[in-house]
């Protein structure tokens, strides 16, 4: 597509329930970033992939968080057990070239609540 | 890890006026990117400057790598300027994997 898209745009759950966000990037982009953004922080990153594998998930929080890219486009970050401090915009970003340099282009994000 | 600062955190400008917004950090990098995420949440793209000096209109910016900040310009503001300007900066051997500052929050006034 032309830009990255994310879905859903909003997600309500409750605490305790699965909830799973979706990223569709730019095509062609082989490396894919998860953030996270709080109200008022800057965004903070969660996970990054180079293809299919996870080269990098120093940034998720805990076990409940994984997240998946299973043919090296759309990912999909998963949480279990969700949490009141989960709540925040989940933002999805990805890089065109394949070396380790490039600029990065963000989607629009998927707000979570969590009741 | 790497560390970014940038000043003000907040701006409050009349049309037309003209600022700069600073970013420090702390250690060598390889990429810098500067964002605006307008009222909806969106990051727009605004500059990818490692180094030199870049213009996009009413926009520049400049990032003096060895001595570690760049600077972004906005000249003429206009009240769709409004919003937070991140700086995010990446590490040789990182992957591109940014680390943003904790943003400048701009509201332009008529």
């Known amino acids: 597509g032309a830009g990255v898209s994310q879905t859903p745009s909003n997600k309500v759950t409750e605490k305790g329930k699965y909830v799973e966000l979706r990223c569709d990037p730019i095509s062609g982009h082989t490396a894919l970033y998860w953030y996270r953004q709080s109200l008022g922080q800057g965004p903070e990153f969660l996970i990054y992939?180079?293809?299919?594998?996870?080269?990098?998930d120093s940034g998720l929080p805990n076990d409940r968080f994984f997240a998946v890219r299973p043919e090296g486009s759309v990912s999909t970050l998963k949480i279990q057990r969700t949490e009141r401090g989960d709540s925040a915009v989940y933002l999805c970003?990805?890089?065109?070239?394949?070396?380790?340099?490039?600029?990065?282009?963000f989607g629009e994000g998927s707000r979570l609540t969590v009741l | 890890g790497i560390q970014v600062e940038q000043s003000p955190p907040d701006l409050i400008l009349q049309e037309g006026a003209n600022s700069t917004l600073r970013c420090n950090f702390s250690d060598s990098v390889n990429n810098l990117q500067w964002f605006h995420q307008n009222p909806w949440g969106q990051l727009i793209n605004l500059f990818y400057?490692?180094?030199g000096t870049k213009q996009n209109g009413r926009l520049s910016a400049t990032t003096v790598a060895t001595e570690r900040y760049s600077l972004l310009y906005i000249s003429s503001s206009q009240t769709t300027d409004s919003g937070v300007y991140f700086c995010a900066v990446a590490q040789a051997g990182t992957a591109s994997k940014l680390t943003f500052g904790t943003g400048t929050r701009l509201q332009v006034t008529l």
């Open positions: 400057i490692p180094s």
């Open positions: 992939f180079q293809g299919t594998g996870a080269a990098d």
């Open positions: 970003a990805s890089r065109g070239q394949a070396a380790g340099t490039g600029e990065l282009f």
